[in-house]
């Protein structure tokens, strides 16, 4: 069970960013944490793209350094707020992931940050099968999010950030076979790797 700390985290931006920039010194900091995702993708700077769960832009910023056409979706008035005053080269839409307000096909890549673990298995499947729905054939849809540990020294600290800042969805995902899920939507895994001790998936797939 989350702490107080948790909705803080939320409210305030520069404890969230504070979070996010420790968490990713694991990887070599902020930076190369939101490029690790699109390792492997190529850009152009007409592809769709969509940042999906974009929160306040923190990965956005990242997008579109390589397309002018940056989508990002968040459920939250308040990200969506924070994201047009931090990224202000993207367009932004307020929007639940499991019900997209996109026409079919329209996006050449899918981008996600740390954000699916925040799901019910039910909801998780919904996002993954609307995914699948509004990439082109072709598109890649990519991921970076928790991952059960491979290395058992990283536990301790994985256990006290999930203890202080994640509720029960969090640590079902550990539990979940990602790739399965994706393949069960209809997405072809074509890359898997771990980081931090397996703290961290990354994921590339794309729609056949």
Known sequence: MATILRDWSYRYQWLYDSISAVAALAVGGPRRF????????TLTPDSAVLDLC??????????????QNVTGLDASP???????????????????????????????????????????PDQLRQILAEVYRVLKPGGQFVLIDLHRPTNP????????????FETETAWRLLETDLPGLLREAGLAVQECQLYAGGTLQR??????
């Open 153 to 164: 020294l990283f536990w301790p600290g994985l256990a006290a950030f999930m203890a202080l």
């Open 54 to 67: 974009c929160g306040s832009a923190q990965a956005t910023r990242y997008l579109v350094k390589y397309s």
């Open 203 to 208: 994921i590339r797939s794309c729609r056949l």
């Open 34 to 41: 939101h490029q690790l995702p699109l390792q492997g993708v």
């Open 78 to 120: 308040l990200s969506i707020t924070r994201a047009k005053n931090n990224v202000p080269e993207a367009d932004y839409v307020e929007g639940f992931a499991e019900n997209m307000p996109f026409s079919d096909a329209r996006f050449d890549l899918v981008h996600t940050s740390v954000a699916l673990h925040e799901m019910q």
